[in-house]
Structures are given as structure tokens and as C-alpha cells.
């Protein structure tokens, strides 16, 4: 594919904007390329500055649920934009929001919304810490909560892309109240709790692991994590800005059962548009400014643009058959480059939860940081190479979900599987 426009806009870009992106996960420099610009997109489909096409499984990082510009989504944003861009004030939108929230995520009864996932767990964690009157914060090796300085310890996402630890800017005694374990341990849960769970104001979890590639969760994992929590009065959170309707309408906790003490949310419910949100039970929110005395604002939040563009999604998601047809859909992908994974004798781990999948080039089962970190880097972005060649949009990273949406069709599926083959079994004769 002829990519000179991409590659003229990026030697632009790295003049104004540090190594040329908003955001470093979407350089390329982990798959050996410049990354592709994008003209325009429509369903399943991402068309780039070249006029190349693609099939796109990275919506967004995975607020493109219902497809790139649906109809009823556009209409929504087309309509409100007649009533204004931004105020600054409240308005209705962000009631019937809140109402769609509290009426699906078991855990929230209250809802703050703010401009991103980062603001969510941020200001979750501050809420967890004022509620508790207690410092220390429990994470997990590769998950990945947002840039805010107490998270960037052992993350995934980009940080892991670029394989690095944190993060220099970071003071030591930001950090030193945020412990981190690893994924799926049960064990060790158990014995931090044991050593120092009156001390713990909080745990943050991906419910189902998406920032170090897509890892599912051991259910009694989960359920551990909610039995520590409870028995020493620290806060449970589930960071859903990535699960959050997209591995069902409630989330990871209305599909596993286990209901956290407050969520973090965003990318579905901005229906694409800027958006976070954490929310909990009442008495935990009303501990929250200008009610309670733990202050966050934002002067954007609940902009009219985003909330109608996240009714108009979640709307479009809250229809009979809309989360059994994508699973359905994630499943067979997953099947398909399997498959071809076989055939071509490659060794992967792939896995669906929902409409979230993960691919590893690994003999190794995939259940933490530590074994995604064993697929081979090499192999991965020779497979993205062939793929983008093959007309097919990944992300950038090993340490990234797949994405699929209502707008992907058996004949996508079939494309992309066939692209794998063809990928694969070139990676088998190089």
C-alpha cells in the first residue's frame, strides 16, 4: 500500500507534537513503522490519507461499539450541536446519562461524569482515600488506570509498549503508598490483606485485563478481591472505562456477579466523544464535593456533545440479541485466526471475553503480566506489518485489546481471517 501522505504528515507532526502523537501507543515504534493517518471512517471501516482501506478492530481503543459514524449517534450529536458546543453548566443530557449509568452498573447509584478515564480513576482513588482516611492503594502488574502520577506503577498500555517501568516525573513519595501485585494472584491478595489490610484504602482492578493485551479474569480471583475488601473496610473499584458495556450492558461485574464498591467508566459512554465517569453507592458519593468535602471538578464535564452522543450508544446497546451477535462475532474471529495460527504451526494464546479479544504469539497460557510478556514482540509486529498490509487495522501493540463492533459482518470476519492465513504462513516460511 502506498502510504506517502501518512508518512509526509508524521515528519510534520514529530516538528510540532513530541514523537509526532497525542498519545505514545499510537507512534508505531513497537511494530518497526509510522503510524497511518486517518481520513475518515464509516461501520467497520477506517479509510487512511492515502485513501487505503481498512478493516478496523481498534475502534476508537474500543469506544466504536456500534461502529464508526452510526446514524443514530451522528443525528444525536447534529442535534444538540443546534443547541451549543460547550456551557459549562448543566444541562438535561446529563441527568438521562447519569439515569442510563445508574440503571444498568450495579454498583452505581450516583455518577460524577468527567473528560476521561485517567480523571476517573483518579478522582475514584481520592474518594476511596477520603472516605477511608487511610493511604495505601492496591493495583495490579499490567493494568493500566490512567497516566495519573500514584498509577504509573507497573502499568500496561502504552507504558508497556514502550517498555518502560513508570515514569520519570514521578516522585518517589507519590508512589510509595500504591502497591502493586500481580494479576489473577490469588495468594498473594490473601497475604497482603493478612499484613496490612487496615491500612488499605483501596484496590483497583481491570475487571477483565485489556492493557496488557486481553486477559481474563480467574472468577475467584475477582471474588477474592471482593471478600478481602469487605472483611477489612477498604474500597473495592472496578476500573470498567474499558469493560464497561462493551463485555455486557452492565459490565464486567453485571456478567461475573461480583459488584465493586464504585466504577470507573468511559470510551462507550462517550459514544467516541471525550468522556469518563466513577460512580458508587449514595453514601460513597455523597462524600463528593459539593456535598461531601472530597473535592474534583471539571469545568467540561457532562458536555452536551459527549452526552448525546453516549445516550445515543447505549440506546442503540440496550436492544435484545445486540451483546449475543457480538460475542458471537468475537468468538469466530477468535476461532478463525486460531486457525490459521495452526495451520501455519505458530504457537498463540487467543482468547474473547465478550466483545474484547486477545491474541499472544506464546506456547505459555496468558494469565498475568509476567506471561504476556513471554509472546515474542519480533513475531507480533511482523504479523500487525502483514495484516495493515492486508488491508487490516490492529493496534500498534502486543499489550492492546482487539475491538469488535455491531457494524463487523461475517464477510469482515472472513477477510480478516483470511489475511491471517495468508500473514501467518509468511511468517512461517521467514
Request: proline letters at 4%; glycine letters at 10%; a negative charge.
Amino acid at each position: 500500500m502506498n502510504r506517502e501522505q501518512s508518512t509526509a504528515l508524521f515528519e510534520k507532526a514529530k516538528n510540532l507534537i513530541p514523537g509526532g502523537v497525542n498519545s505514545p501507543v499510537r507512534s508505531g515504534k513497537s511494530v518497526n513503522m509510522s503510524p497511518i493517518f486517518i481520513e475518515s471512517a464509516k461501520g467497520a471501516e477506517i479509510i487512511d490519507a492515502d485513501h487505503n482501506r481498512y478493516i478496523d478492530y481498534v475502534g476508537s481503543w474500543g469506544p466504536m461499539i456500534v461502529g464508526h459514524s452510526n446514524p443514530a449517534v451522528i443525528n444525536a450529536v447534529s442535534s444538540v450541536l443546534q443547541r451549543g458546543v460547550s456551557f459549562g453548566a448543566s444541562i438535561d443530557l446529563e441527568i438521562e446519562l447519569a439515569g442510563m449509568v445508574a440503571d444498568a452498573v450495579p454498583s452505581i447509584e450516583m455518577v460524577r461524569m468527567v473528560n476521561s478515564g485517567t480523571e476517573a480513576t483518579m478522582s475514584a482513588l481520592r474518594v476511596a482515600r477520603g472516605v477511608t482516611q487511610r493511604d495505601l492503594v492496591v493495583k495490579f502488574d499490567g493494568c493500566y488506570h490512567g497516566h495519573a502520577d500514584t498509577l504509573l506503577v507497573s502499568a500496561g498500555s502504552g507504558v508497556a509498549t514502550q517498555g518502560i517501568p513508570g515514569s520519570p516525573g514521578v516522585p518517589a513519595d507519590v508512589i510509595r503508598n500504591t502497591l502493586s501485585l500481580p494479576y489473577n494472584d490469588i495468594t498473594a491478595v490473601q497475604n497482603l490483606f493478612a499484613e496490612c489490610g487496615g491500612k488499605i484504602a483501596g484496590v483497583i482492578v481491570e475487571p477483565v485485563a485489556g492493557n496488557m493485551g486481553m486477559v481474563a479474569p480467574d472468577v475467584n480471583f475477582l471474588k477474592t478481591l471482593r471478600e478481602e475488601t469487605r472483611q477489612h473496610g477498604s474500597i473495592l473499584i472496578f476500573d470498567e472505562v474499558m469493560t464497561g458495556f462493551r463485555v455486557a450492558y452492565g459490565g464486567a461485574q453485571a456478567r461475573y456477579g461480583i459488584i465493586p464498591d464504585m466504577t470507573c467508566l468511559g470510551k462507550v459512554i462517550g459514544g467516541g466523544m471525550p468522556v469518563g465517569a466513577y460512580g458508587g453507592s449514595a453514601d460513597i458519593m455523597r462524600h463528593v464535593a459539593p456535598e461531601g468535602d472530597i473535592y474534583q471538578a471539571g469545568t467540561l464535564s457532562g458536555n452536551p456533545v459527549a452526552m448525546a452522543a453516549g445516550i445515543a450508544t447505549l440506546d442503540l446497546l440496550n436492544r435484545p440479541g445486540v451483546y449475543e451477535s457480538l460475542e458471537t462475532t468475537a468468538n469466530r474471529l477468535v476461532e478463525g485466526l486460531k486457525n490459521a495460527a495452526s495451520a501455519a504451526d505458530i504457537p498463540v494464546q487467543a482468547q474473547a471475553v465478550g466483545a474484547m479479544l486477545g491474541l499472544f504469539f506464546t506456547e505459555t497460557s496468558v494469565t498475568d503480566f509476567e506471561t504476556a510478556k513471554t509472546s515474542d514482540l519480533e513475531r507480533f509486529a511482523a504479523y500487525y506489518r502483514g495484516m495493515l498490509e492486508n488491508g487490516i487495522y490492529l493496534a500498534p501493540s502486543q499489550f492492546e485489546a482487539v475491538f469488535v463492533s455491531t457494524a463487523h459482518t461475517d464477510d469482515h470476519i472472513d477477510k480478516t481471517v483470511a489475511a491471517a492465513e495468508k500473514v501467518m504462513s509468511s511468517l512461517t516460511a521467514s
